[in-house]
């Protein structure tokens, strides 16, 4: 028994058996990565719980020629026989709770960012990883699996730069007309908390995890009005400081006209590292009457995809071969906390400040 | 009797007789540009207090051959026979005096930015020049006469970007490793002062001049701890934000390894103009074992010489065809309140917010 | 019986067995690409007729753990249970005979480019091809697969430059001075058709297949003077005329200091369309004291994995689907036709010229 | 008696009392870069034998403002008092002519390039020039003087990248729909000998003046079939070899539609220079829903202008400081014989080749 290429139900080792959890946007783009690219991921299941996602993939042949089991429920897919790991791609609300579920059932985790826009969850789920060290629990920031980003890090840390001291990052999506973001943007804890976070990891990646000093964050609205009703913005601008002399200053936007504009610039003593100033999606440059033209990807997929792969293909790894995550679960925890502060600063228009421990100072 | 073309002693309408007012490093620039560079500028005094400029300038042959005269006093040089315009170009605590004891004299005036770092001293200047609307009086931002900056402009006028509503700014300077910035740095106001008031200025002329409704700053010292002195840092950034949704925010630095690195980025609700985000000393690329590279100018210069000798073209035809100057001196005002803002929040740590009028809250 | 991920030992329609000749630098690649990339390509045999590279073969624990046989005969590997598709990666004077000997065991053939440098053995492998019309052959030119070339082929289809007629198209290789180069150079039938082959390609695709009127071609010598012995050069520079008003101009190169540098400009009557002018390794750029320099691919695998990937992935789903295959054989002949030409001038010093139906006009 | 500035009728070793001929598009140019940025420059007159050209200057501000005396004809011009040097920018066909002229008077010259699109013309001005040694004759290749064409020189000259074997160089200029360029193009000497003389120029400037060993050229006609009666192309590429194993090729073409486009890359044992490879108008990039894009200069007057002011700057200060000019009167002939030899080679359909002497092989 077996599907096209005729896998085993188990793992022996040499594969292994894991399961997706969520089919969104992202869900489904995560089961496609581990089924095409990562060549000793076995991928037993996926889930949902939307009715036109899972009728959408049990129709799907990909899934059915490759004996892809699924499932209505996450915690029944998580009895699926044979099960080792789960790739948690649901929505952010549930993400720490699936984590611990998984954990509890001594499963392998890669859980997407953020754990959870609740600093409370993030450290249940933190926990719960530290009570099994005999499991592979991951976050997943995937900029940091990037191949630029990777580069830059090298060169930051051969002393290409002195030392570095300072850090602007960007996210900048492009404008989204249909209203799926507006949808989506419900749940998401707000522009510092859903975008600024991956800028927040490079930044303590870069700077070397330093201790937040104060978060400043100013925002306006120009195109989504109903972010008001949460208190969100669509443009926003954030400074943190760090204890030590490092900075950090952030710009994050939900409308760019020209695509998913996304980079990053790292200062040092000696120089700067810059990733991806002038986006590009290809290598194609048109010269016509309005001059000299290149496209930009539209969205983060077609910047990320390989990000992506090199996540998927070194958590499954870290399990085969018991070696260590390449970004430990509580990675999450001081970048959430930055997130948030920024997002408070918005709303609030006040300086949030952090004593040298980096707790919250209360004014 | 005359110089080495025999200019008359005095203006006949078709030149006009300019003074130089300082022989540092850009005063001899600006008197190098006008006799150089503006057909119908004649230079026919300079003056300065430190002797080894004097005695420079008496040895220059492009002085003596064209009839330069050479002052040790700015007061003597008012008086110069015929003389009908003074380009102020010394230290920044003298711009105020020299520009208010030139207006009495009767003599158009372009003054180097800033006014003043004392906001008095910039009222009392711009009260002046009020007083008599027969002379020309100008301040001199020199970004504004960049074609590149205006080209930019053109297109946020004509709607390429929609709506402008964010303005990331951005005035680096290469490493000074002499001691001569150093030097100069104790009468400047400290960096959002002296460099980040470029960047405030093209905000606000970006943005059609909104009023600023907070100033946020941060900062810090790598390479010249002299500056502690006086609270100053050699790195900062801030934000400014402004009633009616809008943004600014900038980065200015003394220890640039690479060059000047001077760039505008203006967001728009449909587009976004970038200007200099790559900076290039010119066209050339050096392709080798390194990888592609090309060279930054080393200094401001380099890259606005050519916006100098607009500027410098325009005030004298601003003169000759008696036009309106292209920067009235009360420009200067609400971009050095904001430049002091930024500076006080980095002092202080504190936000410093503004009315709706623009006046300073005091909390 | 099955493979670690328990594949059947034979096709299903789901998946497509598939044998990799050849295990040279290439071969190991196309290996992995379709054993990693493509879902539903099954590799089930390698071999090669070098001892190392099968006794590597023996040990990798991709080829082990997935059941993948090793034979150290072509012939032997033919014979193979089940095999449905064979990927011809050895060394271009065998190209053609197995590709007849695939053929004529009934199984479909990817053969990489050229099928030969001999002409009439060209023929021979196209007669066989249409001999068997039931049977998926396709010549690997791999640069029509790149997304760069594509798009900049979907504007030129789309009219965005008017009509094509010019052109310019380079092959520049990372010098080489391990040696491993001038070994491999000796049976390749020189610059012109082992490298311009592939901007021939290109050249006849964004033209629309004009017919050849002339060629000609000049070389020198820089760093491998061993190449001298086959008339051959390390740098040619070559133009070919087409009958209509088309030109197309190349430059080939085995001496690049900075990296693989691949790059083609199509110009129309109404404007320009350049791929790859300024190469990138990636999206990192570094400043410091020597300027801003972005690194170079060092070789076309860095350049054009993808682009393997997708040459693979649309070959085995013609297979699959029985659809056309993306580029039959015989686009290789006139590819090939203009090559030889070019290396011929090179050689003899003198114009190759053709009629109106692209024959050869002796002098 | 003087001009607005009082200029003396004569020279007196501080300024050059200059004359320039011609006052179509680019003699007007010239004539004003000597007015305005040439501070010892003096022009004294002008002349044209067009009268609408004259009759313009007449009424021109800046030339009667200034003293410059406009004449019908060069001879007259020639006698105008104290004139000690002519700038030559008539059509090609009386350049020699002139020079001669303006030789035999005792006057010193710049010429335009070309000195005549006739050997024998070339060869007489030149003697001409060396009959008196005491004149400063110069020929005027302004890109020789361009600032980064000069950078990219002196890295040459540095040797970073080894030793120079290759250049590509292009001329391509904006299409022009206004019947100007063709109307121009009768007397132009062809497409090889107009545009690409420059290119060839610079080729024997990289490369250390190597001696032609052949030229091959062909072309097409796109947009001007009025260019077909003198048999002459809109696009053209063309291939030139030396003797010891260098190699030029260059591209020229009136009808791109982005821009003036003119680059050039060295190639050297160790790496490349390349200039202007991607032509930009100005630092500005706007990004919008077709991607990011820059302008592109309509006309080399925009590219090249800096180059102008240098060439002038220098010719005067060669004159007044008896310094050899920076671009002696003979280099036009070595450059002319390539250009013609590869025009004849676009007509004829033939390869012309030279021997190690540079004498033409007649076949």
Redesign the interface.
Known sequence: M???????GAG?G??LNIAVAGLGRMGKRHAFVL???V??A?VVAVCSTAKHETEWARKN??FT??NVSVYDSYEEMLNHPGLQAVWISTSTDVHADQTIKAVKKGLHVLCEKPLSTNLDEVTAAIEAAKSRPDLKVMAGFSRRFD??YR??FQ?VKSE????P??V?SNTCDLLDDTGFFVQYAKRNGGIFVDCTIHDIDLALWFLGNPTPK?A?A??????HPELAESQDVD?G?G?V?FHG???A?F?A?R?????H?VCTEV?G????????????????????????????QPEYWQRFEEAFVTEATEFVDSVLHDKPVPLPLESGYAVMKIGRALQESLIT???VRFDEQGNRINE
Chains 1, 2, 3, 4 share one sequence.
């Open positions: 077996g599907d096209a290429r005729g896998r085993n022996d040499k594969v089924l095409n690219r060549l000793r076995n042949p990909d020629d490759f191949a630029s580069d830059a060169k290409s730069i002195g030392e001291f300072l602007r104060s400043y100013v925002g306006t609205l120009k195109h443009n601008v400074i400081e002399g490092k900075i200053y710009y936007s409308t760019q006209s020209h695509g504009d200062t003593t000696h120089g700067k590292v810059m990733v991806n100033v002038i986006p590009k999606a290809n290598n194609v440059v048109l010269a016509d009457k309005s001059g000299m033209r290149h496209e930009v228009g006040r300086l």
